[in-house]
């Protein structure tokens, strides 16, 4: 771990933030198949240890992948898609998308446009982050785990130039 790294959130209070947002999805889906879709890379970590919490049975769990932060937003203020999930999955489900953190909001509205078009049941979104001073496009957080400051921050998934996604907390760097 660099000297810089100053501690955000620690892997005790992601472990009980994860517990609460299981218990919530639990609730809310008593009875009706899920699918959750996440949003790679930086959310696998929080998908893993967010399903080993959920306690209702999953209908599948499924992965996108955008472009990485800030490398390839396109003009038109999207992010492009370097992996799809098929029709059929996504079709008539209920879909839960996991991403790791919503910032300017452009990478997630865009994952839930392609969602959408493929017609799910219904739709909601859960973050483990949300940046909201950081907003662009308008984007509506179902289950939120932390929001916090505009600080760029690593590990627990999150990269710096796909570095650091191994810690097990949350850090930020101070300078
Ligand atoms: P947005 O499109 O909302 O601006 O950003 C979403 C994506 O950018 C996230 O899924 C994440 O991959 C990346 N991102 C946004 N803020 C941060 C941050 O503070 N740290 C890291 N490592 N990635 C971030
Ligand atoms: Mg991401």
Known sequence: MGKNLTLLLSAEEIAI????????????????PLTIVGILKGSFIFIADLVREIQIPL?????IQLSSYKEKIISSGEASL?????????QGKH?????DIV???????TALEILKQKKPASIKLCS???????????VQIDYLGFSIPDY????????????????????YFKD
């Open 103 to 109: 910032d300017t909001g452009i990478s997630t509205s």
């Open 152 to 171: 760029f921050v690593l590990g627990y998934g999150l990269d710096v130039d796909q570095k650091y996604r191994q810690l097990a907390g949350i850090y």
């Open 59 to 63: 209908d599948s769990i499924e992965f």
């Open 128 to 138: 483990l982050l949300d940046k909201p001073s950081r907003r662009q496009k308008d």
């Open 95 to 99: 879909i839960l998308l996991v991403e």
């Open 17 to 32: 933030t994860t517990e609460r947002l299981a218990k919530e999805i639990d609730r809310d889906y008593q009875n009706v």
């Open 82 to 90: 370097l992996l799809d999930v098929e029709l059929k999955s996504i």
